[in-house]
């Protein structure tokens, strides 16, 4: 049996990390049993989320997940696609991974407000005394990270411009298709639902969240695959704008 290690449901997401969303759609798609756990950054392979015990093979990062479940299971995620829409489909992939991920991170890690809404619940098991020691280290961590990327080094309006920029072109390829590459689900929208989904959080205050609600097309379509994959989440399914900061229920990396 496959486990799937997360963070656990959150935010009114399946996990509040994009990358194991991404992991556990991929898994829905090929149809193979498994089931979701905990997991521990300290003991996690490459120290970050997801990773896959299957049958004692581990498997960090939800690309090599994916690779594996195709190998060993004999699953073609991306079957009836071209060579060249295969390529499409990567660097669309790649731009939310290395793109808008960090526009994501820095919405709900730096602006105040945002870690109160959400991250700041991280830290709950953290002995009071002190936890708020450790939560300014790992916000450090987090600052230094985007700095290092490049994307915090500019100024909120062009962080913004280059998060709307991915969004918009997100839309502008789905455009009318109710899949992203077509009429049928491929690897791709694992990634494209997983981090729409994070665009849209609304337990979250943020630009990209408007700038992701302006799009009617991406709202339909994470309404698409959450009926699809997340029945569970009646809030995904209906994917409407949500009020200002509303946390969604609890049924409903990094």
């Known amino acids: ?93 790649k731009m939310a991974e290395e793109h808008l991920y960090w526009a994501l991170v820095h919405a709900r890690w730096v602006d105040d407000a945002n870690f109160d809404r959400g991250p700041r619940q991280f830290f709950a098991s953290v002995p009071a005394p002190a936890r708020p020691l450790v939560i300014a280290m790992v916000r450090r961590g987090v600052r230094r990270a985007l700095h290092a990327q490049g994307l915090s080094r500019h100024t909120p309006d062009e962080l913004l411009r280059l998060g709307r920029r991915s969004i918009d072109a997100l839309a502008d390829h789905l455009g009318g298709k109710p899949f992203f590459m077509g009429p049928l689900p491929t690897a791709v929208d694992a990634t494209v639902f997983a981090f729409v989904c994070s665009a849209l959080c609304p337990q979250f205050v943020t630009p990209l969240r408007t700038a992701a609600e302006h799009h009617d097309n991406l709202r339909r379509y994470v309404g698409r695959m959450a009926a699809r994959y997340y029945p569970g989440y009646p809030d995904l399914a209906g994917a409407k704008p949500a009020e200002a900061g509303r946390p969604l229920p609890e049924t409903l990396r990094a």
């Open 1 to 93: 049996m496959i486990t799937l290690y997360g963070f656990g449901p959150a935010f009114g997401l399946p996990d509040p990390s994009p990358f194991v969303t991404k992991a556990e759609t991929l898994l829905k798609m090929a149809g193979v049993p498994y089931r979701t756990a905990l997991g521990n950054l300290r003991k996690a392979p490459k120290g970050k989320l997801p990773y896959m015990d299957d049958d004692g093979a581990v498997i960090a990062d939800s690309t090599f997940i994916r690779w594996h479940i195709e190998k060993k299971y004999g699953v073609e995620l991306d079957r009836g696609l071209s060579d060249e829409q295969r390529a499409v489909a990567w660097a669309f992939e």
